[in-house]
């Protein structure tokens, strides 16, 4: 397997957005404003807004995040090559449970195989 194949593949030398440091700042932010309601006493003026600023920036966020994941037509796993005993199949594995792979094929169609006719996944 090349090094583009273990990229692609989500193995080897893979950079997950977890591990990047633009993650880091928000966290330490959010960490500290929420560390900094818990010390306040409660009728302080600043817990109020600190409060209400974080309640509307996770409702916002978290509406930003269902928005782009409607609008977003790409799964976020890997397109697999599958080659089946009935030839090969291209779609993304969505899940393999016990006796069944799950996958949705480019054409947005979603196909559950049994793993006895799984011969190969690239």
Do not use: C, K
Request: no cysteine; aromatic share 8%.
């Amino acid at each position: 397997m090349s090094e583009d194949d273990a990229n692609a593949s989500g193995t080897e030398g893979e950079r997950r957005s977890h591990s990047s440091a633009w993650t880091a700042a928000p966290l330490a932010v959010w960490a500290f404003a929420f560390a900094l309601i818990r010390m306040l006493p409660r009728r302080f003026p600043l817990r109020r807004v600190l409060g209400l600023a974080m309640a509307r920036v996770g409702l916002v966020g978290g509406g930003g995040v269902l928005i782009a994941a409607a609008f977003v037509q790409t799964p976020w796993v890997p397109l697999e090559h599958i080659g089946t005993t009935d030839g090969e199949l291209i779609g993304y594995v969505m899940s393999v449970d016990p006796g069944f792979v799950n996958v949705l094929t480019e054409d947005q169609e979603f196909v559950i195989l049994p793993v006895d006719s799984v011969l190969s996944r690239e």
